[in-house]
């Protein structure tokens, strides 16, 4: 059941391994980035209760000791008052420029670890094993890590590749439903940008992927990772193509924004609710079939996902207010907002050509249903 996909990028290729149980076999896998058998861990505090004593055995089983600290869980633990401890406990567990340092847990962990590992003695190789759903299809690849910044998400890091990535398929068992649906946002958005054939697959395999078959949870991981490798490798400093793997992130990134980032809207649940937004806004612009955005919103629907602004509780702002978050996005250049629009499912392209009363109208029918 254990799929391998490849990230071609030159001196900075690796490979990332999905299926189950793959915790018990870490050491086997790590060993060979290693010069000494010794790694530094670093997590959060509800990832290493589960899971930190299964990984220390498997990383045993190949004679490799490890170090451990552990952090917070939560999007606050990536800032720099974290970061500064991670890289200082780094330093004091003696970690030199050939050892390996591995990034275990979800996206948190594995973008303030993968920054961390990138600064440390001017570089250091890391391994990520993500242990959320959202984390296996999508932040652990390519390489974008980083922290926040009082000013914005995302706003400080670098791009540091991964040596290894081990996707172990069995930890997604003890997610919550909620976390696991949100990172099933980030699985849907890979058929939309690119492949309908997928997202057709998803329409009927989500339930029982949903419902816990390895077999499937392999298969849709595997496919999500395979294609964000081929766009990674095409662009890996997002100057083109890459931007297509925001799909549903510019409605999502001010949605986040009018909610705080708080519970009230997980990452993954903004994502959902923005692609389905991306596709009524391409259809409302004639670009793609009028009978896709319901398409795609019964398929988030059948899966229990968020798909409205009506799904998110509390007060939101108005249509204009939540245009001019989009405006303090990253993706705006000169001014100009990039959005990520449709041809049809499966047909994402980067355009910065929308009229903000386009916009506007969309978001002022999705704000009337609530
Ligand atoms: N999560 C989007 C990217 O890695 O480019």
């Given at each position: ?19 189950p149980d793959l915790l018990a076999e870490s050491g086997q ?25 299964s990984l220390?055995d498997g990383?045993?089983q ?106 172990d398929?069995s ?200």
């Amino acid at each position: 059941m254990r799929k391998t996909v490849h990230v071609e990028l030159g001196e900075r290729s690796y490979d990332v391994v999905i299926g189950p149980d793959l915790l018990a076999e870490s050491g086997q896998l790590i060993a060979p980035l290693l010069r000494r058998k010794r790694v530094a861990v670093v997590s959060d505090e509800n990832v290493a209760r589960l899971h930190l004593e299964s990984l220390r055995d498997g990383l045993a089983q190949a004679g490799i000791d490890m170090v451990a600290l552990e952090l917070p869980a939560g999007e606050s633990t990536k800032s720099w008052p974290h970061f500064e401890r991670t890289v200082e406990w780094l330093l004091e567990q003696k970690v030199e420029r050939n050892d390996v340092v591995v990034a275990f847990g979800g996206g948190v962990i594995g973008d303030l670890v993968g920054f961390a590992a990138s600064v440390l003695r001017r570089g250091v190789q890391f391994v990520q094993i993500p242990t959320s759903l959202l984390a296996q299809v999508d932040s652990s690849v390519g390489g974008k890590t980083g922290i926040n910044a009082p000013q914005g998400k995302n706003l400080i890091g670098a791009f540091h590749q991964p040596s290894l990535v081990l996707a172990d398929t069995s930890v997604l068992g003890t997610l919550t439903a909620r976390d696991f649906l949100a990172g099933y946002g980030e699985v849907v958005k890979y058929g939309l940008l690119g492949d309908a054939e997928f997202f057709e697959w998803l329409e009927l395999n989500g339930p029982g992927l949903s419902a816990g078959d390895m077999a499937t949870r392999v298969e849709a991981v595997a496919r999500s990772v395979q294609m964000k490798a081929d766009i990674v490798a095409r662009d890996e400093k997002e100057q083109g193509d890459r931007a297509l793997l925001n799909l549903g992130h510019t409605f999502c990134h001010a949605l986040e924004a009018a909610t705080g980032y708080s519970d009230r809207l997980l990452h993954g649940e903004g994502v959902s609710i923005g692609c389905a937004l991306a596709f009524e806004l391409s259809a409302r612009m004639g670009l793609c079939p009028q009978e896709d955005p319901s398409r795609v919103r019964q398929h988030l629907k059948t899966m229990g996902m968020k798909t409205d602004l009506a799904d998110i509780p509390g007060e939101l702002p108005g249509a204009q207010a939540l245009l001019d978050l989009m405006g303090q996005d990253k993706k705006v250049v000169d001014g100009k907002l990039n959005f990520i629009l449709a041809r049809g499912i499966g047909q994402a392209f980067v355009t910065s050509d929308v009229a903000p009363s386009d916009v506007i109208s969309v978001l002022e029918d999705a704000l009337a249903e609530r």
